[in-house]
């Protein structure tokens, strides 16, 4: 990690950039990003929104989700890395909260639930507009925060902490702005010239413009 950066300062432009921008999974509601983010765990962003117009219609809402049996869900969701296990946690989760409106906007109460990490939890957070209690750290995160020297390591949960500790509150989204980041600059493949962060960046200062 690089101290030498004032980081609360630095990362002002990149949240700038992405400031209220939703995330890529397109869910409406906080019953949707829920859904939605239990089931893009190890999979991808483009597949569960191909599935999800489908999946809802079926079950718009946590009341009718509840009636479903696992196997019920399968049609819809064959294509998830993981489907049968995140079909159980999904109607475990519908038949303990019986309707939307009893979904938890607290990170104690929403990692309880089977399947939602604090991953998840954070975006479940930040789409329904309650207060942070973390950063999120998906595998962009994981990928862009070394690079730019603001945290170090590829554990999420000492990620997240690192992070926590490093910016202050009011700056939490950070974690999404850095995800957009790698989802459209800083991929595997860098493109550094690009990128709005490359003056305060430890690879692209230590590795290329060393190599220019």
Sequence with gaps: MNKAVNWPEAV?????????????????NAYQYMVLVLLSAQSNDALINKLSPDLFKAYP?????????PE??????????????????????????K?????????D???????I??????VILRESGAEPEGIIVDLHVLRVAPRLGIAEGDDA??????LMETLPKSEWDVGMA?????????????????????????YYNEYVKAKA
């Design 72 to 97: 019920d869900l399968y049609p819809y969701i064959t294509k998830v890395r993981n489907y049968q296990n995140k079909a159980k946690w999904l109607t475990n989760i519908a038949k303990e909260l």
């Design 178 to 202: 850095i995800s957009f980041l790698g989802r459209e600059i800083c991929r595997p493949n860098p493109q550094c010239e690009e990128c709005l962060m490359n003056k305060v960046c430890a």
């Design 117 to 122: 990490g604090r991953k998840s939890a954070n």
């Design 61 to 69: 809402n946590l009341q009718s989700l509840a009636t479903a049996l």
């Design 12 to 28: 002002k432009p990149l949240l700038k950039k992405y400031k209220g921008k939703p995330h890529p999974l397109e869910a409406k």
């Design 99 to 107: 309707k939307d409106s009893n979904i938890p906007h607290t990170m």
């Design 157 to 162: 949960t000492k990620m997240e902490k690192q």
């Design 109 to 115: 109460q929403l990692v309880k639930l089977p399947g």
